[in-house]
């Protein structure tokens, strides 16, 4: 990946505009899942097109990672995601971790071929939960 790499984030809709917003603010491209789907359009509709587009999935949902049919579409369509685990914060705090956070994404994505699930967490640690391997086991089975 070039130096002049500029990632398009695309954030589901569990995380609002506001943070959206905040990152474009930050000079990232940000595309909002209400501006490309329906606001109830299953995550496997939606996973297989952004993943095309080669869109980085920003999420705080964690079910994502442990439903078998949206976890085989990250698999098979080589989505590149990453989840907040957020529990319960506020807005204002998922704003800062991302802001705090975005640099690391940045660098995971550049060095890790998709698919994979990333975690965010509160204290702005970012680490790899299912890689590539562990992912395309799951299309094998």
Known sequence: MSKDFQPVYFLDRA???SIGQALQKCGKNVEFHNDHFAPDSPDTEWLP???QKGWIVLT???NIGRNELEVKSVAEYKTKMF???SGNISRTKMIQ???QTIEKIEKIVRGNQPP?????YQDFRVTIWKNQTQLK???KS
Do not use: C, N, R
Request: no cysteine; net charge positive.
């Open 15 to 17: 995380l609002g505009k």
């Open 83 to 85: 989840v907040l685990v």
């Open 97 to 99: 971790i991302f802001e």
């Open 137 to 139: 086991k799951l299309l």
């Open 60 to 62: 705080k949902d964690e």
């Open 116 to 120: 994979f699930i990333a975690k965010i």
């Open 49 to 51: 097109i952004v993943s």
